[in-house]
Nanobody, 115 residues
Framework: QVQLVESGGGLVQPGGSLRLACAAS????????LGWYRQAPGKQRELVAA???????NYADSVKGRFTISRDNAKNTVYLQMNSLKPEDTAVYSC?????????WGQGTQVTVSS
């Protein structure tokens, strides 16, 4: 069993930055692939960024060059550094940890980009 808790969301002006963190409890964190997802009102949840157990990453086209996902296995934490934020980045951001048929979700953190 893995429990995930996100933090770092909030209100930021366009062009600003935020760093989200997702702390995991449980065992074998390094064996999980990790991802950040977001869901805006009235829209489907979408994958924003993912990082594998070996550290390879992939990003949604809409955030490439602006967002960076990273993981610290010693701290059982995955991060999402978000720069040059736009109003269309406004959403609830959730982290996911997956391994095989196992999949765990955090409760989400709100990110609002507005002037």
């Amino acid at each position: 069993q893995v429990q995930l808790v996100e933090s770092g969301g909030g209100l930021v002006q366009p062009g600003g930055s935020l760093r989200l963190a997702c702390a995991a409890s449980g065992r074998a964190f390094s064996l999980y692939a990790l991802g950040w997802y977001r869901q805006a009102p009235g829209k489907q949840r979408e994958l924003v960024a993912a990082i594998s157990t070996s550290g390879s990453t992939n990003y949604a086209d809409s955030v490439k060059g602006r967002f960076t996902i990273s993981r610290d296995n010693a701290k059982n934490t995955v991060y999402l550094q978000m720069n040059s934020l736009k109003p269309e980045d406004t959403a609830v951001y959730s982290c996911n940890a997956g391994a095989g048929f196992l999949s765990y979700w955090g409760q989400g953190t709100q990110v609002t980009v507005s002037s």
